[in-house]
């Protein structure tokens, strides 16, 4: 099963979003869910696996990792949303929880536009339910925003990997060049020098960091 970040980059994954940045709006989901659906225990998962920790959640006092819910696995391996109203009534589990507590589970998964899975929304009740037009349509759509929000990070983790690979590259252009670069601000102070002005020029860059452009320019030549 491919991961959405497995297509960046091999030392990426799930893990290398900004878990801080989606905090808040994933705790805003998740609060809208649980009052729509009057249910006390929430949570959203951003890994494939079924041994996910769980990072945002409501409720679940003494759950957290995902891999304790029975369902989480079906919901993992056929990346199709699950839904037991009812556990006594549903013959595809014996349970839902190890701890014998919940006695309705609803999950969906949360996909890319490719089909990359790479997180779920779920939420329990530890009596039977049963979901409303009105809920479900409430559910896709906090999923629908959970992988809008993750694109997004996405698509700035690909431009932030292709702008530290320009970089590094620029790096070496200035490192192996036998042009002098630097840097000034907007006073004409020097900013940068490239290592091979010392051997050229004749100044140490400690010494002429900080020191104005003007300083380095021969009486004749200034205006």
Request: net charge negative.
């Amino acid at each position: 099963m491919n991961s959405l970040l497995s297509n960046i980059n091999p030392s990426m994954n799930v893990l290398d979003i900004d878990l801080l940045k989606l905090k808040s709006d994933f705790e805003r989901i998740l609060l809208l869910v649980s009052d729509v659906c009057k249910v006390s225990d929430v949570f959203i998962t951003l890994e494939p696996g079924t041994g996910s920790v769980i990072p945002f959640k409501i409720g679940l006092k003494g759950f957290s990792f995902a891999n304790e819910f029975s369902c989480f696995k079906s919901l993992i391996e056929e990346n199709r949303d699950i839904i037991v109203s009812d556990l006594k009534n549903d013959l595809r589990f014996k349970r839902i929880d190890s701890k014998n507590t919940f006695n309705f589970f609803a999950g969906f998964p949360v996909n890319t536009s490719s089909h990359c899975l790479v997180g779920t929304i779920c939420i329990l009740n530890k009596e039977p339910k049963e979901l409303s037009s009105i809920e479900l349509i409430i559910l896709n759509h906090a999923r629908s925003e959970i992988e809008s929000l993750l694109q997004v990070h996405v698509e700035n983790l690909k431009l932030l990997s292709a702008f530290g690979e320009s970089k590094n590259q620029f790096q070496l252009l200035i490192e192996n060049s036998k042009e002098i670069f630097f840097q000034l601000d907007l006073d004409g102070n020097f900013t940068y020098v490239s290592q091979n002005w010392s051997p050229l020029v004749g100044h140490s860059i400690e010494e002429i960091l900080g020191q104005n452009f003007s300083t380095y320019i021969h009486p004749d030549d200034v205006d």
